[in-house]
């Protein structure tokens, strides 16, 4: 399978601290996204990374990626309750399809 | 501005019932793509749309799934002889035309989709 893999498959913080999720991937890649996604329902791009490129940030998210080992990190600092949600990375190797990993399903608590 | 809508958002059908699944992609977005979602398979690419090319159908799992895409916009996912393993989300995204280094997409609210 071509799936990613994403770890931890469960996190669970106190609001304010940091969360961070790794994925890994099988294959050469032009780019690595990080989605988000609520109740099971539709994904909300977050940060997209180009093979090119070692670190990204947007607000209070903090992507790396490493292609020499094929795997990327999500940060988030600064956790809110609002922040709970499941968190997806994606790979495409060309312009078609994402190859998803299998999701960390992060819970924030007040 | 509006964003990709899907309808039905809930499905309920039974075995053996052909269903129709509709996406209205973002208005301008050259790409479509249909995934499903299910409990332990994850996010599956099924099919993809670029303007007038022929269509990516490699990720469809069986003959009985097919999708169009008429006048390069809305799109339709036909599932005919529903199993229930076709029971899942079904979420569609679209994304703008092809640049350098990658784009990301847009996805609908998704519509489950429930075989008994």
């Known amino acids: 399978s071509q799936q990613g893999e994403e770890d931890p498959q469960a996190l669970s913080i106190q609001e304010g601290e940091n969360a961070t999720m790794n994925c890994s991937y099988k294959t050469s890649i032009n780019n690595l996204q990080w989605y988000r996604q609520n109740s099971g329902r539709g994904l909300v791009h977050l940060i997209l990374?180009?093979?090119?490129?070692r670190e990204k940030h947007s607000g209070r998210l903090r992507v790396t990626l490493d292609t020499s080992k094929k795997s990327s990190s999500l940060l988030i600092t600064a956790s809110r309750a609002a922040d709970t949600a499941s968190y997806f990375c994606?790979?495409?190797?060309?312009?078609?399809?994402?190859?998803f990993g299998a999701g960390t399903r992060l819970a924030v608590h007040p | 501005g509006a964003g990709v809508s899907q309808s039905p958002s809930n499905k309920v059908t039974e075995k053996g019932k052909d269903v129709e699944l509709r996406c209205d992609p973002i208005s301008g977005h050259t790409a479509l793509y249909w995934y499903r979602q299910s409990l332990g398979q994850g996010l599956e690419f099924l099919i993809y749309f670029q303007g007038n090319s022929a269509p990516d159908k490699s990720g469809l799992p069986s003959d009985r799934f097919s999708a169009e895409r008429t006048g390069g916009s809305v799109s339709t996912l036909t599932i005919q002889r529903t199993q229930q393993e076709d029971s899942a989300v079904y979420l569609c995204?679209?994304?703008?035309?092809?640049?350098?280094?990658?784009?990301?997409?847009?996805f609908g609210p998704g519509t489950r989709l429930t075989v008994t």
């Open positions: 994606a790979y495409s190797g060309g312009y078609n399809k994402l190859i």
């Open positions: 990374i180009r093979s090119n490129e």
């Open positions: 995204a679209s994304s703008p035309a092809k640049t350098s280094g990658g784009y990301e997409q847009y």
